[in-house]
């Protein structure tokens, strides 16, 4: 986990809400990335922000949005839910050094559920 | 397709014994290449880090080695211990992508019996 740090730990909606999920970095680390995890699958990259805009973004629709704030914290919004959204949301927290690329740091999850 | 395959997808170890895992890859440029552990529901862990001039990594009971000319990677654990029973995932990063975009394997889930 490594100072990284998401809220809430568990969520559960129903098909057609809208979700919020949120991410604070670990100390000095000024770029966020969101995966989505399915059971038994590896992270999918959804998108990552840096100074507060969306850099690269994955094979995510439109329904899957986000924020970084000036604290370099972000958040993850996922509207009209589909039950193929049930998973775990990874935050990754991202740090470049010379000469070795990134390194990055996930956090705990939010799990999410929608029945 | 993806661009990191991990085998086998499953593996069943007794404690105390060794086990390898493997992770072949077709990402290029190549940056460098971690091994993760993640258990059950929570998020992913680093376990090693290499570059392209390294081709062994340890960290305690675990270690990695690196072939970037077959494209292929391993993860060696020692001596099993209970506690490394979860899914250990390959993350390749591509250089040109210089911002963190990884490709990750789907992962071998590792279940340790007494």
């Known amino acids: 986990d490594a100072g990284v740090t998401q809220s809430p730990t568990h969520l559960i909606k129903t098909r057609g809400q809208q979700v919020t999920l949120r991410c604070s970095p670990k100390s000095g680390h000024d770029t966020v990335s969101w995966y989505q995890q399915a059971l038994g699958q590896g992270p999918q990259f959804i998108f990552q922000y840096y100074e507060e805009e969306e850099r690269q973004r994955g094979n995510f629709p439109d329904r899957f949005s986000g924020h970084q704030f000036p604290n370099y914290s972000s958040e993850l919004n996922v509207n009209a839910l589909l039950l193929g959204d049930s998973a775990l949301y990874l935050c990754?927290?991202?740090?470049?050094?010379?000469?070795?690329?990134?390194?990055?740091?996930f956090g705990p999850g939010t799990r999410l559920l929608v029945l | 397709k993806n661009q990191v395959e991990q085998s086998p997808q499953s593996l069943i170890i007794l404690e105390g014994k060794n086990c390898t895992l493997q992770c072949n890859y077709t990402v290029s440029p190549f940056s460098n290449l971690r091994w993760y552990k993640q258990d059950t529901g929570r998020g992913p862990v680093s376990l090693t880090i290499?570059?392209?001039?390294?081709n062994t990594k340890s960290n305690g009971r675990y270690t990695a080695t690196l072939d970037a000319d077959t494209k292929q990677s391993s993860l060696h654990i020692t001596a099993s211990q209970l506690s490394d029973s979860a899914s250990y995932i390959c993350?390749?990063?591509?250089?040109?992508?210089?911002?963190?975009?990884?490709?990750f394997g789907a992962g071998t889930q590792v279940v340790v019996t007494p």
């Open positions: 990754a927290s991202i740090a470049y050094v010379r000469d070795r690329g990134e390194t990055q740091y």
């Open positions: 993350v390749v990063s591509n250089r040109a992508d210089s911002w963190g975009k990884l490709q």
């Open positions: 290499m570059t392209f001039s390294e």
